[in-house]
Nanobody, 127 residues
Framework: QLQLVESGGGLVQAGGSLRLSCAAS????????IGWFRQAPGKEREGVSC????????NYADSVKGRFTISRDNAKNTVYLQMNNLKPEDTAVYYC????????????????????WGKGTLVTVSS
């Protein structure tokens, strides 16, 4: 079974930056569409950004457009989420997710069509 491991979370001041990483062991990620989701306290999990297996197609939530960038390095079996100009409302647990690229689009994935989840990494943005 595909196992996803997130890293890179932490505490940052508003306006700062973080880069999250999502890595997989035992399986290669290049056949999967990958997404980043987040869940803030008391709120539902939401799709933040998703990327196709080749990296050629991406999707972003309106709330992060222009501030977050998703990318992938299939040679390193890793997907990244570069987060700039962070705001307190970005505080959440961020989850990496995957689905076989044959059966999903980036848009569908960001709406919740997910087969595999990581355990999450906490991002806290202080004001």
């Amino acid at each position: 079974q595909l196992q996803l491991v997130e890293s890179g979370g932490g505490l940052v001041q508003a306006g700062g930056s973080l880069r999250l990483s999502c890595a997989a062991s035992a399986f290669t990620l290049d056949r999967y569409t990958i997404g980043w989701f987040r869940q803030a306290p008391g709120k539902e999990r939401e799709g933040v950004s998703c990327i196709s297996s080749s990296g050629g197609s991406t999707n972003y939530a309106d709330s992060v457009k222009g501030r977050f960038t998703i990318s992938r390095d299939n040679a390193k079996n890793t997907v990244y989420l570069q987060m700039n100009n962070l705001k307190p409302e970005d505080t959440a647990v961020y989850y990496c997710a995957a689905r076989d690229a044959v059966i999903t689009t980036v848009r569908a994935m960001c709406l919740g069509a997910v087969d595999y989840w990581g355990k999450g990494t906490l991002v806290t943005v202080s004001s």
